[in-house]
Structure formats: C-alpha cells, structure tokens
C-alpha cells in the first residue's frame, strides 16, 4: 500500500473586492514561495459594503483563481455579526442592562464582539437565519458561475443550529480553529490552524512565538493547516515568519485545497 505525504493546506480569509488588492499581492508571494494552490475563503458581502456581484471585475478575477486550482469556499454573507451597525447594539449596553441580555448571553457577546471585534457572524444564529444567508450567498456564487463545496464561518465560530443549516444547504465541509470536518459523515479531523493576530503589538508578538512553537508540535500531524489573513501582509515580521514556516512545510508534505483534502478523507 503506497504511503500518502502528510497534506500542507494553505487558505486566505477574507477574500472580496475590499481585499483584492491585497489578496492578489499575498497570491503572488505564495506562488513564489512554492505554493499554487489555496483555498480562497470569500465574503459575498464584506462588511454590507462590497456585494461581490456588482463587481464583474472581481468574480471574473474569482473564476481565473478557481481555474488556475485555487478552491473557492463560502466565507459567511457579511462577515459581521447582525444585520448592520445599527442592530448589533453594544456590549456595554447589555452589560448594564440585564433584561436585554435574553436575547444572546453575554458570554456570547463577549465571544463575538471582543475575541472577534464584532465579526463571529455565525456564532449563535438561528438555523433559520444562517439558513437564510447561506442559500443568499450560494445563489450569488451560481450566479458568479461559482460553485464551493465548503462554508467556513468568520472567525472559525459556528454554532450547532448553524451547523446543521451549513449540511441542509448541501456543502460537504466545514473547518473550525482546531478541527477539519466532513458534513456528510460527520467525521471530525484534529487540527489546529496556524493563525496570526495582528490588531495591536503585543498580539503581533504572541503571534510569532505561538506559532513557532505550534508548527513545532503538529510537525506529525497527517493535516497541517496555515490561515491567512490580508492584514498580515502589513507587517515584515508575521509575513516573513509565514513564508519560513511555508518552506519548511512544503520540504515533506503535499499542497492541497480543502476540497482536495475532503476527497482523500473520503477516499481512505
């Protein structure tokens, strides 16, 4: 029986017409680095405020990435908890009125609008509600001539009730911070992502020891998984870690999307 390389899957977060630029940027480095094939993890509508289909020049871009290998995945719709600025309220009301605090737990709150600065969009929607966004997002990526196997939720947060919409709508995968999962089966792979936070210094600093010492112990792990983000191309020292550990990476294992991956879970 053939012995299969151990799988490097590289994504990119965040990916719209607010973040081309930038996206295209980090592609190229990729691409230089060893790396031609990533799963591209979209925003239908990044922040309410770039509706990817109004932008032509941005799902024909799309459709050049998914034919040049790269793996298109639904990202959220927005990307951000509640349905615009006005109706996501604020932490510090809740806090100081408590019989608001019925409709989402602080705890919840503190998830979505602190760990995430707002953006842990699927976290604790309804199924009816995340039912909603994924059938809206995935009719705007048939029309873009798009078709994704897998949904990812911002933030890596998605609830239980969102989960179950997320297999209703018919995608085969879905990824959170520590595990990879088939839908279909419901087979969950241990593996924790790679990821950078780079809001503030001392965040950018943790960073890059955690993450050194993360590639460290997952050298065995049959999955390694590395998430990108566009702000992390804004600093010397993230990007310049990200590239060593993608040459270390690519010295023993195999590039692949996560479409790529799913089918030889399958396979085996």
Same mark, same amino acid.
């Given at each position: 029986?053939?012995?299969?390389?151990?799988?490097?899957?590289?994504?990119?977060?965040?990916?719209?017409?607010?973040?081309?630029?930038?996206?295209?940027?980090?592609?190229?480095?990729?691409?230089?680095?060893?790396?031609?094939?990533?799963?591209?993890?979209?925003?239908?509508?990044?922040?309410?405020?770039?509706p990817m289909l109004e932008d032509e020049s941005f799902c024909r871009?799309?459709?050049?990435?998914?034919?040049?290998?790269?793996?298109?995945?639904?990202?959220?719709?927005?990307?951000?908890?509640?349905?615009?600025?006005?109706?996501?309220?604020?932490?510090?009301?809740?806090?100081?009125?408590?019989?608001?605090?019925?409709?989402?737990?602080?705890?919840?709150?503190?998830?979505?609008?602190?760990?995430?600065?707002?953006?842990?969009?699927?976290?604790?929607?309804?199924?009816?509600?995340? +039912?909603?966004?994924?059938?809206?997002?995935? $009719?705007?990526? =048939?029309? #873009? !001539? *798009? %078709?994704?196997?897998?949904?990812? &939720?911002?933030?890596?947060?998605?609830?239980?009730?969102?989960?179950?919409?997320?297999?209703?709508?018919?995608?085969?995968?879905?990824?959170?911070?520590?595990?990879?999962?088939?839908?279909?089966?419901?087979?969950?792979?241990?593996?924790? +992502?790679?990821?950078?936070?780079?809001?503030? $210094?001392?965040? =950018?600093? #943790? !960073? *890059? %020891?955690?993450?050194?010492?993360? &590639?460290?112990?997952?050298?065995?792990?049959?999955?390694?998984?590395?998430?990108?983000?566009?702000?992390?191309?804004?600093?010397?020292?993230?990007?310049?870690?990200?590239?060593?550990?993608?040459?270390?990476?690519?010295?023993?294992?195999?590039?692949?999307?996560?479409?790529?991956?799913?089918?030889?879970? =399958?396979?085996?």
């Amino acid at each position: 029986m053939q012995t299969l390389r151990p799988v490097f899957v590289l994504s990119i977060h965040d990916v719209s017409p607010l973040t081309r630029d930038r996206v295209e940027e980090m592609l190229a480095d990729l691409a230089r680095a060893g790396v031609g094939r990533t799963s591209l993890l979209v925003i239908p509508n990044h922040h309410h405020k770039a509706p990817m289909l109004e932008d032509e020049s941005f799902c024909r871009w799309l459709r050049d990435q998914a034919a040049g290998g790269h793996e298109m995945v639904l990202h959220g719709y927005y990307h951000m908890r509640g349905t615009g600025e006005a109706a996501s309220g604020s932490l510090r009301e809740e806090i100081e009125r408590p019989e608001a605090a019925s409709t989402m737990a602080l705890r919840d709150r503190l998830i979505t609008e602190v760990y995430t600065a707002g953006e842990g969009e699927f976290y604790n929607l309804s199924e009816a509600e995340a +039912s909603g966004r994924l059938e809206q997002g995935l $009719a705007e990526f =048939r029309q #873009a !001539s *798009l %078709a994704p196997k897998g949904f990812i &939720a911002p933030a890596w947060l998605l609830g239980l009730e969102a989960e179950r919409a997320v297999k209703k709508a018919g995608l085969a995968y879905t990824t959170r911070l520590k595990t990879f999962k088939d839908l279909d089966s419901g087979r969950e792979i241990p593996s924790q +992502s790679l990821v950078w936070s780079v809001r503030a $210094a001392w965040r =950018r600093l #943790a !960073s *890059l %020891a955690w993450n050194a010492s993360l &590639a460290r112990r997952l050298r065995g792990n049959p999955l390694l998984r590395v998430g990108l983000h566009p702000p992390d191309w804004d600093h010397p020292a993230i990007r310049r870690q990200i590239l060593q550990l993608i040459a270390a990476a690519l010295a023993g294992r195999e590039v692949m999307t996560y479409e790529d991956w799913l089918s030889r879970v =399958r396979a085996r």
